[in-house]
């Protein structure tokens, strides 16, 4: 694994669930027993290891070697939930129907060539009533245009998410420090979207 990828889980160790994952879960009104989620370029499992608290069944995918291992390794790992793991890039793997499809910051990274095909998985992959949530970037962030990254304009990402009912959709643009501690240009869509049926 890169040192990059190693000064990243670095700087994020024990920071706590993304609040777009947190939205997702608390949409199922039946808790998480018997439901399962595909977690999108996992990390070291900070969303993972909520989805197992509440008792989800977790396919746990990053393409890093080193996050698979700091996952399965994790000390406050519950007992609760089933996790699973696989080292493999998430654009180049298929996963069963699921509940929830987490992807936090991670969809971002998925070559624009392939993540048409990524999002009909992805879409497809959802139940009736599953969520999707996770980030898109757009395209006045600080790294559109850089190689093997996907940026969206706002009316691409209404387009991408016409088949979803929206519980949360906020469109973020600041200044601010990555967990590397560089200061950059952020344009973010945070989302929570509900399936509405198998129109994909």
Known sequence: MSGNWRDYYEAT????????TLAALAGFSQGGGGRSAVD????????????????????????????IERLSGRSDLPGTGKLDLSCARFEEIDWPPVDLVNASFSLPLCPPSAFPRLWRRLCRSLKPGGRFSGQLYGFRDEWAGSSGTTHH????????????????FEEEESDALTPRGKTKHWHIFHIVGRKRSNIF
């Not at 999108?40 to 996050?67: F, K, N, S, Y």
Request: with cysteine.
């Open 40 to 67: 999108l370029g996992c990390g070291d499992g900070r969303d993972a290891v909520e989805m197992l608290r509440q008792g989800w069944t977790v396919l746990a995918i990053d393409a890093e070697p080193a996050a």
């Open 153 to 168: 304009h706002r009316t691409e990402v209404e387009r991408l998410l016409s088949g979803f009912d929206l519980e949360l």
């Open 13 to 20: 160790a024990g920071r706590p669930p993304r609040r777009t």
